[in-house]
Structure formats: structure tokens, C-alpha cells
């Protein structure tokens, strides 16, 4: 079975870092474009970045370029986001995703919280 | 950029059909998915490429596209299809993945 698992969230503040992480697994994990979405509290969800199986194409959403890295491991069936230079409205549940053209699996999502 | 339009909220008498629309201009050009979030859950994908069905979600559920509208159909609504319904689309101009606002469903 397909499995996506995010960790690495926390609670950080304004202007920290953290580095997520989603481990796969069931599927073959290079073919596979990769891509994080986020969700604040109580709001809709947000894409947030995009990478292709074999890191050659990236994309970010405005609102995170500049301060978030995208990248994976194929070898360690893993995606990465680093994220720099936290603000109060990144806070919100990640997940990772895997997209065959649209969001087919899921991970429960890792909660990230940037508060002084 | 492109957005994509939702209306807040549907409701839906248990048993008959809920539609979900979302906008966009020239939606129909574009390839539409629908995703379901319950409460405290990760979204759940019930429509791809506007009108397929992933394995393990219900023929009542389906999806069309046309125009500037694209519309995600529930039919014989249950209560465990009260979530909230999100469309997603690709910006080919942009690089950028859209999400509509999302739309409450609750079943009376």
C-alpha cells in the first residue's frame, strides 16, 4: 500500500528554520512527481511546492520563494522541505502528496507552528 | 494568476443530489480534480481529470467540465459525504497549483 509520512514539524520562532521530511513507501518512489501543500487553521488548502522525480524541475508558490528549499533522496524513498526565515503565517498542517497529475495519496500532515 | 471560485457553502437533503461547482475562466481547457477533507482528516482525492472516479470512491460521485464551470456531482448524499470539497487545477502560465476556497457540504 501506497504510504506517505511527514515529520519534522514544530514549533519555531519568527525567523527560525525546520526541515520536513515525508517518507514513502508501497510505490516506486522515482517516477513520481512530488509536491507540499499546506493548511492554516480553519482555511482552505495551499499548494506550496512542486518537484519533479528527478529534481530537474521545481516550483514554488510566491508566497514561500525565496525561504523554502524543495528536494528529495530517491535512494531514501524521501521529499524535504527546508524552511527558512518563519513567519507567523506559515504556520498551518503540511503534507506531502504524490501527483501522477493530481493528488492521489496524502500524509497526514506535520503541524507547524511559528509563535514567539 | 488564475483563481478558481467555490461557493462557500451547499447544502442537501439526505438522499437527493448535491452539485459543487467551481470557476474559472475558460475552466474547460484545463484538467480539474476534486478532493474531500473531513474534519481533522488529510484531503481524500474523489475526482480526477474532471470526471474519474480513483478505485474505492462511489459511483454517486462525478464530475464534469464545460465552459467556465466545472461541477462535482453527489448523487443519493449520505451523511458521511458532509466535508468540504476542494477543486485543484494546474496553471500552465504560472507553473502554479490552484485550489479553489473550498465548499462546506452538509446534509440535512
Known amino acids: 500500500d501506497v504510504q506517505l509520512v511527514e515529520s519534522g514539524g514544530g514549533l519555531v520562532q519568527p525567523g527560525g528554520s525546520l526541515r520536513l521530511s515525508c517518507a514513502a513507501s508501497?510505490?516506486?518512489?522515482?517516477?513520481?512527481?512530488m509536491q507540499w501543500v499546506r493548511q492554516a487553521p480553519g482555511k482552505g488548502l495551499e499548494w506550496v511546492s512542486y518537484?519533479?522525480?528527478?529534481?530537474?524541475?521545481?516550483h514554488y508558490a510566491d508566497s514561500v520563494k525565496g525561504r523554502f528549499t524543495v528536494s528529495r533522496d530517491n535512494a531514501k524513498n524521501s521529499l524535504y522541505l527546508q524552511m527558512n526565515s518563519l513567519r507567523d503565517e506559515d504556520t498551518a498542517v503540511y503534507y506531502c502528496?504524490?501527483?501522477?497529475?493530481?493528488?492521489?495519496?496524502w500524509g497526514q500532515g506535520t503541524q507547524v507552528t511559528v509563535s514567539s | 494568476s488564475y483563481d478558481l471560485t467555490q461557493p462557500l457553502s451547499v447544502s442537501v437533503a439526505l438522499g437527493q443530489t448535491a452539485r459543487i461547482t467551481c470557476e474559472g475562466n475558460?475552466?474547460?481547457?484545463?484538467?480539474v480534480h476534486w478532493y474531500q477533507q473531513k474534519p481533522g482528516q488529510a484531503p481524500v482525492l474523489v475526482i480526477y481529470?474532471?470526471?474519474n472516479r480513483p478505485s474505492g470512491i462511489p459511483e454517486r460521485f462525478s464530475g464534469s467540465n464545460s465552459g467556465n464551470t466545472a461541477t462535482l456531482t453527489i448523487s443519493r448524499a449520505q451523511a458521511g459525504d458532509e466535508a468540504v470539497y476542494y477543486c485543484?487545477?494546474?496553471?500552465?502560465?504560472?507553473?502554479?497549483?490552484?485550489f479553489g476556497g473550498g465548499t462546506k457540504l452538509t446534509a440535512l
Open positions: 502528496a504524490r501527483d501522477p497529475g493530481f493528488f492521489d495519496y
Open positions: 475558460n475552466i474547460a481547457s484545463k484538467n
Open positions: 485543484q487545477v494546474w496553471d500552465s502560465i504560472t507553473a502554479h497549483v490552484v
Open positions: 508501497g510505490f516506486t518512489f522515482n517516477t513520481y512527481n
Open positions: 481529470r474532471d470526471k
Open positions: 518537484i519533479g522525480g528527478s529534481s530537474s524541475t521545481i
